[in-house]
């Protein structure tokens, strides 16, 4: 099986380019951004890694959390609670980030299928509608910044 790259390294992104992103089939195009889903045929696996639960992805070869923060949280919080899987060595690892727009767009699918979320039910339905990137927005006129 041919792994997907997805890009994952942050930057700061326009609207156009976001629309532009490959593996992403898109139904409708807003000033701020997509409503769409990835075209990836993921390949993911539940696993439990020292008593912590994970997806790995083996078609991008990406590990994810399971279910996400408990509570819907800023991107402040997010970068907070990203340093506390590290500090605790979330499923032995200490290199969790937030992802790419890139890679958080490939998690969305066509229809819900997990409660009300866009998301493989793999994933927890406690992981709520917004996913937080580490990339950055900026509105195509260039008037500023705001986490993706």
Known sequence: MRIITLRSSYKTLSVSEVQSMPNVSIREKYAWGFIGHSTINHDYNLKTVGGDMVVADNATGL???????????????AKEWIKKLNKGGYAGYQDWRLPTVDEAASLLIPSEKNGDLYIDPVFSKKAGEYIWTGDMFEYEDGSGLLGA
């Open 63 to 77: 590990m994810w959390h399971q279910s996400g923060s408990d509570d819907e949280i800023s991107w402040e919080k």
